[in-house]
């Protein structure tokens, strides 16, 4: 089992920054991706970005490309996300996931294999 615990939620103006942590622990010699995906209200969950465990590949959605950047610390098993210039339309709860595979630019929740519980962003106009 593979536990993620999300945190760095709140509330930020628009055009602000915020930074998510994820941090993983348990059987993570077995993981081979980290992901962040979110889920807005009345909306569906979608694909936020992907970084390999070893931090050599990254893969960004390209309604976040160029604003947000996922990274991850080897030392202590967390992974970032850095979001700059946020945007009203950004609002979600934002999930922290963890893949047996790596997928390229094919993620989708349906290939991930362990959750966190998520961390509400709230951006304001």
């Known amino acids: 089992q593979v536990q993620l615990v999300e945190s760095g939620g709140g509330l930020v103006q628009a055009g602000g920054s915020l930074r998510l942590s994820c941090a993983a622990s348990?059987?993570?010699?077995?993981?081979?991706?980290m992901g962040w995906f979110r889920q807005a209200p009345g909306k569906e969950r979608e694909f936020v970005a992907a970084i390999r465990w070893s931090g050599e590949y990254t893969y960004h959605a390209d309604s976040v490309k160029g604003r947000f950047t996922i990274s991850r610390d080897n030392a202590n098993n967390t992974v970032y996300l850095l979001m700059n210039n946020l945007k009203p339309e950004d609002t979600a709860v934002y999930y922290c996931?963890?893949?047996?595979?790596?997928?390229?630019?094919?993620?989708?929740?349906?290939?991930?294999?362990?959750w966190g519980r998520g961390t509400l962003v709230t951006v304001s106009s």
């Open positions: 996931a963890a893949s047996y595979g790596w997928y390229g630019s094919r993620w989708s929740q349906d290939v991930m294999d362990y």
């Open positions: 348990g059987r993570t010699f077995s993981i081979a991706a």
